[in-house]
């Protein structure tokens, strides 16, 4: 293929009879067990549905995991997790806390990346949230300085990574979404960011999203990975005019399309027009299509929709440009 590849930034929505599975096992009324053969059964679910709409680049979907930060962190050594912390409005989660020397005991991803990966032919992204969101959403409770903290914790990522890489995957994603709300530590992300990615061959990528890019473009595009995903459709694009602006985009760039805020499905010509303006300055060749950041939030029908549109958009732009499918 000669670009224009689809994608997704990672996590699609849980049914809500795996989220009542999930409290029911929290609170001891479901047996492990049948609790990880209905995460199974969804992650299936969606491979299959990625597989039929004819996605590029699949994700495992998410269906195994709760909150991006707590989720790494219950599975690590030196982290322990608080009880509940108001994020804003009336969402709360629970926050972890850095007691001890960070080390990575078992696998986080590998055994899910290894099970979707073996539904498709198509290649299956591996997805980790990066070492300086996890250390940001984190309390530090151990470590001198945050800086220590953010290094700590991108050595145990980048187990990780290498794991994934060593299974065959082809893909890896580095989510970063906190790295645009404090500028002055963009730095530090990039530093974190090579030693997660240090000698790895795979694509790399990472997400950053909803924040001030203005104070982090285009230094930005030194940290250390082959594709950047951004959203774009919720801001209308605006993010193309400061690079048209300020300085050329010189990475790969993933390009969300469709509002994952909105319940409202984009047209296709909504769709279209959007693809366009980012080949305005992105050629092909390095332009990836996606939504603005993961569908957890959307509803299983309005999720499949936009997804859907995405596809078909694509492919009619693929068919107008003459760039064709290998």
Not at 176 to 181: L, N
Not at 215 to 242: F, R
Request: with cysteine.
């Amino acid at each position: 293929m000669e670009g224009l590849w689809t994608t997704q930034v990672g996590s699609l929505p849980k049914p809500p009879e795996l989220m009542k599975a999930r409290t029911d096992f929290a609170r001891g009324r479901l047996p492990q067990a049948d609790f990880e053969a209905m995460e199974r059964q969804h992650t299936r679910f969606w491979m299959e549905f990625q597989n039929d709409l004819g996605l590029d680049i699949a994700v495992d979907a998410e269906m195994y995991r709760g909150d991006m930060a707590t989720y790494f962190a219950e599975m690590m050594d030196g982290m322990e997790i608080s009880g509940l912390v108001r994020s804003y409005g009336n969402r709360y989660y629970r926050k972890p806390i850095a007691v001890g020397p960070l080390q990575r005991v078992k696998p986080f991803t590998l055994d899910w990346w290894q099970y979707a990966q073996s539904l498709t032919d198509k290649p299956v992204k591996g997805m980790i949230t990066g070492p300086y969101t996890m250390a940001e959403w984190s309390y530090n409770s151990f470590y001198d300085t945050q800086e220590e903290f953010v290094l700590a914790m991108a050595q145990v990522l980048h187990e990780e990574v290498v794991a994934l890489e060593e299974a065959g995957a082809k893909f890896i994603q580095i989510d970063e979404p906190a790295v645009s709300t404090r500028p002055e530590d963009l730095p530090l992300a990039i530093r974190a960011m090579a030693v997660v990615v240090d000698g790895i061959s795979a694509t790399t990528g990472t997400h950053i999203c909803y924040g001030d890019f203005e104070a982090i473009y285009p230094k930005m595009l030194d940290i250390p990975v082959d594709v950047i995903d951004l959203e774009m459709a919720n801001s209308d694009y605006d993010l193309l005019d400061l690079f048209a602006r300020q300085a050329p985009f010189t990475k790969r760039l993933a390009m969300g399309v469709v509002d994952v805020h909105s319940h409202v499905i984009e047209t296709k010509d909504q769709v279209k027009a959007g693809i366009y303006r980012g080949l305005d300055v992105v050629p092909a060749d390095r332009l990836y299509i996606d939504p603005d950041c993961g569908l957890k939030t959307r509803t299983v029908d309005e999720a499949q929709a936009k997804l859907s549109v995405l596809v078909e958009a694509v492919g009619e732009v693929r068919q107008e440009l003459g760039l064709e499918n290998a």
